[in-house]
């Protein structure tokens, strides 16, 4: 059974840096495509950003392209997002999620498609 953990949340004033990381154990890492989503106090929980097996296959929403970047060290069986120029916005709770590859076609912005989640860490923006 695959297990997800999250850490790197906190709390950075507006303009400020974060770096999550998620660990992934109990998974053939290499097998899956990873994500990171967030929601936001009384809101859906949205898509953020999804890498495949290299950062030559990495996908953003609107909202964050530019400032966040997601990265993956696969022999460390961690997935990372680097978070840039943070806004108030963008307080939210982030949660990261697997999903086997190699099935066909996935939409990676899509809840369901997921297989595993993480608990979630918090990011809180100050103004």
């Known amino acids: 059974q695959g297990q997800l953990v999250e850490s790197g949340g906190g709390l950075v004033q507006a303009g400020g840096s974060l770096r999550l990381s998620c660990i992934a154990s109990?998974?053939?890492?290499?097998?899956?495509?990873m994500a990171w989503f967030r929601q936001a106090p009384r809101k859906e929980r949205d898509f953020v950003a999804a890498?495949?097996?290299?950062?030559?296959?990495?996908f953003y929403a609107d909202s964050v392209k530019g400032r966040f970047t997601i990265s993956r060290d696969n022999a460390e069986n961690t997935v990372y997002l680097q978070m840039n120029s943070l806004k108030p916005e963008d307080t939210a709770v982030y949660y990261c999620?697997?999903?086997?590859?190699?099935?066909?076609?996935?939409?990676?912005?899509?809840?369901?498609?997921?297989?595993?989640w993480g608990q979630g860490t918090q990011v809180t923006v100050s103004s």
């Open positions: 109990g998974i053939t890492f290499s097998d899956y495509a």
């Open positions: 999620a697997a999903v086997q590859t190699g099935h066909g076609v996935m939409d990676l912005t899509n809840l369901q498609t997921y297989d595993y």
């Open positions: 890498i495949f097996w290299t950062a030559a296959n990495t």
